[in-house]
Nanobody, 122 residues
């Protein structure tokens, strides 16, 4: 059974930072794409960042709106995914979800955590 548990959300002022974590079990963490999504009230869920790879090359995907401010990383030894978020903006207040794929492609995302709330105040 796949389990994905996010933590690290909270309230922060605009310009602040948060680091989200996602502890993963029940899947081959080293062999699937992993990513972060977010959903604000009344809006569709959107992709924030994803790690995938083909052959020996790792690919990092970032939404244009977060490039240069957010960093995705993973600790394979501890089956944990991270999202470092800097210079946060009020419009980035949302529920943030950890996600995993069936395979190494970000397009294969199929498993979801319960989410962690991020609130950015102006």
């Amino acid at each position: 059974q796949v389990q994905m548990v996010e933590s690290g959300g909270g309230s922060v002022q605009a310009g602040g930072s948060l680091r989200l974590s996602c502890a993963v079990s029940g899947l081959s963490f080293n062999n699937v794409a992993m990513g972060w999504f977010r959903q604000a009230p009344g809006k569709e869920r959107e992709g924030v960042s994803c790690i995938s790879w083909t052959g020996g090359t790792t690919y990092y995907y970032y939404a244009d709106s977060v490039k240069g401010r957010f960093t995705i990383s993973k600790d394979n030894a501890n089956n944990t995914l991270y999202l470092q978020m800097n210079s946060l903006k009020p419009e980035e207040s949302a529920m943030y979800y950890c996600a995993a794929g069936h395979d190494r492609r970000c397009s294969s995302i199929a498993y979801w955590g319960q989410g962690t709330q991020v609130t950015v105040s102006s």
